[in-house]
T-cell receptor, first 113, second 114 residues
Framework: DAKTTQPPSMDCAEGRAANLPCNHS???????VYWYRQIHSQGPQYIIH???NNETNEMASLIITEDRKSSTLILPHATLRDTAVYYC??????????????FGKGTLLTVNP | NAGVTQTPKFRILKIGQSMTLQCAQD?????MYWYRQDPGMGLKLIYY???????DKGEVPNGYNVSRSTTEDFPLRLELAAPSQTSVYFC?????????????FGQGTRLTVV
């Protein structure tokens, strides 16, 4: 699976949009971009994933650049409860051993009042 | 739906003791996984299973064993606990059906070996 690079930490004001970048310059054509988050000491929680088109769900939006070498997770109106470590993961689709989700250190997003 | 349930939530073991971390899911997921997370670090895959009776090693399997006799349960066994196994353990599951589906994680078991 392709390696990802994320900033170690970011701050965001409550109510503002949080934009979390992820660099995956070695991504292959069949690799998807996934985002998970981990609120303090809890199990990771799935947020969103995409291949090449931008995606949106009730939690967030995912913007993937045209060359697919980077992406941005957008939390449109961050709240204090969004304070968490956000993981960007790139992996090939499918199950079994292809599902070795490799978690790096992620980005600690702190939402300030 | 309870999702993925891990027990116990906390445990203190003495060096050399053994224990089993329990993981159960009620979503009829084929794929199940065990991860460990050391302080300030990401998650590392210990073992995974693609269905009942089938298990395989992940990145850090040494010192652990697993079994998968049913779809619902995926216990993780520590035979001779060592201080290096002090960590938070997460179990996860995922459905087989679609090509790309999300993983559901349990709330973790915090293990301390002294």
């Amino acid at each position: 699976d392709a390696k990802t690079t994320q900033p170690p930490s970011m701050d965001c004001a409550e109510g503002r949009a949080a934009n979390l970048p992820c660099n995956h310059s070695t991504i292959s054509g069949n690799e998807y971009v996934y985002w998970y988050r981990q609120i303090h000491s809890q199990g990771p929680q799935y947020i969103i994933h995409g291949l090449k088109n931008n995606e949106t769900n009730e939690m967030a939006s995912l913007i993937i650049t045209e060359d697919r070498k980077s992406s941005t997770l957008i939390l449109p109106h961050a709240t204090l409860r969004d304070t968490a470590v956000y993981y960007c993961i790139v992996r090939v689709g499918g199950g079994g051993s292809n599902y070795k989700l490799t978690f790096g250190k992620g980005t600690l997003l702190t939402v300030n009042p | 739906n309870a999702g993925v349930t891990q027990t116990p939530k906390f445990r203190i073991l003495k060096i050399g003791q053994s224990m089993t971390l329990q993981c159960a899911q009620d979503m009829n997921h084929n794929y199940m996984y065990w991860y460990r997370q050391d302080p300030g670090m990401g998650l590392k895959l210990i073992y995974y299973s693609v269905g009942a009776g089938i298990t395989d090693k992940g990145e850090v399997p040494n010192g652990y064993n697993v079994s998968r006799s049913t779809t619902e349960d995926f216990p993780l066994r520590l035979e001779l606990a060592a201080p290096s196994q002090t960590s938070v353990y997460f179990c996860a599951s995922r459905t087989q059906g679609a090509l790309n589906t999300e993983a559901f994680f349990g709330q973790g078991t915090r293990l301390t070996v002294v």
